[in-house]
């Protein structure tokens, strides 16, 4: 087991930056999500890790060790990959045994970690067939048995889930949780679910167009986000963001909108008529005739207990989630909202990043 850490690390590939001067240790033990959108970043960062792919600048560390120009089989640790990669003439039983023959080790061993590993995973009825006689679900069991078959100092897992119904994912979901916890086994797994992220992590760092946005717990990122992006990648839906200007004449504790204002929960630290985007969960949003600022209903959408009201706030369209017993507008309606001031949250409008505000 090991700590892995990026150190300044900055992958380009001919004009594209894919990664950008990213700083990140992943903790002995620790499963760290690297979450993002498609295209910012995270597969590159974990073929560096592997060394599948090389670093154009910076350095990456595996345990006490700078592996930066080690070789991918020097380095010691294990690749699960979305598509499996399972090497489909060989049975279930060799392809888990592929990487302790790749290493050498002696056949009695072999036979051992197999055995074992395969029963860790439910695998032991499958270990004579091929890959092409497997399910989705236990093709990626068997993927995850051959990582894990080694011991190796890190795992690094790149959607493994992707390909799995919603079921499946849930279930497997947990069971690498459970697995890599009772392994303590350094991870760094990589996905674009947020709620996979959620679930899954320890820590969340979040990336966009390559550049780290927020390392955190699932729970910090999701109540304190750092910045604008972060605020409304995380959540399902994620933040409603709306555009406005503190009201400096009442010390700045209400955000102007376009129909109306937000309360803020507490002094902020500015006075001046500052642009500002003013963040609220779904949840923290509720329909009031009495609100304080108005909105248009352009789609409601009924999720058995609860219904996301989908509106226009002048030209941005924000959610409001709440429960179907507190009954449900119209399409068309104009209707008020109201803000929890416990959940709103200001962002600089320049800088996107989040304010600081201080209790009274
Ligand atoms: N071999 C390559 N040559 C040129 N550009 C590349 C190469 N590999 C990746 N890129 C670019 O680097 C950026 C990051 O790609 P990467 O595959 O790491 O994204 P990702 O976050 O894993 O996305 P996804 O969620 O879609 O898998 C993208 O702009 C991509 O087009
Ligand atoms: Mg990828």
Known sequence: MARLSFEGVTKRFDGVVAVDNLDLEVNDGELMVLLGPSGCGKTTALRMVAG??????????????????????????AM??????????LTVGKNIEFPLRQRKVEKAERE????ETAATLGLSALLDRRPGQLSGGQRQRVALAR????????????????????????????????????LGTTTLYVTHDQVEAMTMGDRIAVMSAGVLQQVAAPQEIYETPANV???????????????GKLDPTVGARVVRIETGSV?????????????????????????????????????????????????????????VRQEVSRGRPNIGDEIMLRADPDGVHLFDAATEKRMAVSGL
């Open 263 to 319: 309360p803020v929960p507490a002094r902020v630290a500015s006075n001046r008529a500052d642009d500002v985007v003013v963040g609220c969960r779904p949840e923290a949003l509720s329909i009031d005739p009495e609100g304080t600022f108005g909105a248009k209903v352009s789609i409601v959408e009924l999720l058995g207990s609860e219904v996301h009201v989908v509106c226009r706030v002048g030209e941005t369209r924000i959610v």
């Open 52 to 77: 599948l792919e090389d670093v154009t600048s910076g350095n990456i560390h595996i345990g006490d060790k700078v592996v930066t120009d080690v070789e991918p089989k020097d380095r010691d640790v």
């Open 147 to 182: 990582a894990i078959v080694r011991s190796p100092q890190a795992f690094l897992m790149d959607e493994p889930l992707s390909n799995l119904d919603a079921t499946l994912r849930t279930q497997t979901r947990a069971d690498i949780v459970t697995l890599q916890d009772r």
């Open 229 to 243: 992006f972060v605020a409304g990648f995380i959540g399902s839906p994620g933040m409603n963001l709306l555009k």
């Open 112 to 115: 051992r970690l197999v055995v």
């Open 80 to 89: 699960v990959f979305q598509s499996y990669a399972l090497y489909p003439h």
